[in-house]
């Protein structure tokens, strides 16, 4: 990929940036019911969040770890579990643009640590 690359989120696209950054002798962190393993990965994430009257409102978060399947990021405010968002993954190869489903969100000293899962299928 091309450095300041901007494609459509998919699951060949991650899988190529994770692939070309990751030694292969260094393997990602896995738990729980996690299928693939998650690399740290920091980075900027915009997301467009639905306000009370459906408007998207723009705002930044911090990427914390990325997996072919989704991306941990932590963020100023709360995010309704369930919702589906708006999404761009900013790297120094590639920037991403999609949807994501938010899985998770735990409160912590920074703001909140959100799970989002990617939804290949409504990028």
Known sequence: MDALEFCALSEEAVARLLKG????????HISGRRK???????????LW????????????????????????IRIDDELPVGATLSIA??????????RAIVRH??????????GMQFDFDGA
């Open 36 to 46: 693939a393993p998650r690399w740290p990965f920091p980075g900027t994430v915009e």
């Open 105 to 114: 969100c735990t409160r912590i000293d920074e703001g909140y640590y959100i």
């Open 49 to 72: 969040v639905p306000d009370a009257e459906g408007i998207e409102q723009h705002t930044l978060a911090t990427s914390l770890n990325l997996s072919l399947h989704g991306v941990g």
């Open 89 to 98: 993954i900013h790297e120094p190869e590639v920037s991403f643009h999609g």
């Open 21 to 28: 950054r990751q030694p292969k002798e260094q393997a990602g």
